[in-house]
């Protein structure tokens, strides 16, 4: 276990944010220039240095990742770079994973075959022998044994360019972070049970839940039965002390029992003809309605009475959705980033309405509802957060500092009803006030920071899981309200 409090430990009023190299990436894929090399080498300095968890390190981490903020013009274009990001940044980033080790070409062959297996589910149906040697081609061009880069990204001219300021009011924040009994867990969220437990799931071809007792740190894994990739995207307690899990890569969902602490499966039906391809069946999340029916976003929404073992599929309607939350009378919110809509199913009817996101194609993700039933949702690609009132059916929209940099995946509500947001490719969060419209960016201590998912606990503070970092953890605000305390 960790606490690093930024506050304590710098005392400073500004901070270098480590930017994570994808937003770069995204944004620049047809320029080209040799100093991408010398930026590959901030990428490995910072994540040498913040995970040696030594405070100058940490500092100096920071300026090397800083790097990718700024440097839109270092990485030469190349059809391999696209793929990596279209096809591999899905699920994870590349400082961890990549920038950090050195391969040669076979190695890195070896490791793009790896993936293609062991993610068949996503790689499987849009990534061909044609893509794979693109890639590997150029990971070994950027991260093979003889690639060159300079000592020190601060050797590179548009380093000062890059540098995030945070306020003194951001230094507040407080993290404390537990780290995962295995490698490579990818865990995906961390959520709170009535026992105070975290109920975690290992993302990848773990096939794991995992228990954690805050307390003591000790954590406990509960394997699923499924053989092959099971991806276990959500795993949540439901109010009857059962915990439900989706497994995204074979379309099922999982039932730990409280009593034997054995998982079973529930195997939800593709469209026929396209079995174990992702679009064709898959689950994200899952949530209850009042009646213990199991809802799951992925492709289609989909909900599970658990008494008959029938699901209903809301193919057509709601095809590829992804957050998921009920209201407080237990219809089901949930975002459609396939139609750029937001909707509710009515739990007992089963009637969906959906409303269009005024920003088109912002790919929403998570999304949450405030203690006075106002739902707010990430609009990922676009960078903003939505506001929709239920009783006036009106959306407002708040544009992020770092507009479409900004990527903003998890999403959610303090116990004073700030709208907190973890982006994706930048190591922020940030936490908008909707009474004032201010928003407060503050430093995440890990590069790649691939936070899916936000929970609060029943004392306020806010849990996350970081995969790329093999870690979940809570954020709360020292000596204040907000999130937490
Ligand atoms: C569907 C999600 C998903 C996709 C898509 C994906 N990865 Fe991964 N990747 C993972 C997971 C999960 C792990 C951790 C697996 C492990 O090492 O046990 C991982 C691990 C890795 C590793 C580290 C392997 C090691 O031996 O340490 C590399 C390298 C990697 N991925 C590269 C890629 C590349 C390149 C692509 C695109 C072609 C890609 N990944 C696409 C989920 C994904």
Redesign the pocket.
Known sequence: MTVLSIGLLYGATTLLVMFSAQVWFQHVRPMEDAYAFLWMLGVVYALVRSLSGDPRWWVGGMLGLGLAMGAKQLLPASAGKD??FQ??F???GFQT??AS?RRDADGWQD??Q???D??H???GWR?DDKK?AD?ASF?NTSFGNDATLPRSPAEVPEYKNTTHKFTSEAMNIVFVEYEMPG??R?PFSAAPSKDGYLWIPN????NKITRLDPKTGVMEDFPVPNSGTA?VHSAVEAPDGSVWLTEQGPNKLGKWDPKTQKVTEYQDAYLPGKEGNESAGSKHTVRFDPRGNVWATGYPLSRLDPETGKFTDFWGVADHTYGLEPDKDGNIWFTNPGTGQIGKADWKTLKIKQWEVPTKDGYERRIELDSNGIVWFGEYQNGKIGRFDPKTETFKEYDLPGGKDVFPYGVGIDSDNNVWYSSYYMDVLGRLDPKTGKITEYPFPHSENTIRELFRDSEGRMWYGSPSNNRVGYFYLAGGKGAGK
């Open positions: 793929m990596l096809r591999c899905i699920c994870h994973r990549m080790v490791r793009v790896f993936m293609r062991a993610m589910f996503s790689l990534f794979a890639v990971l490698p490579s990818m993302f990848g071809i773990a991806a």
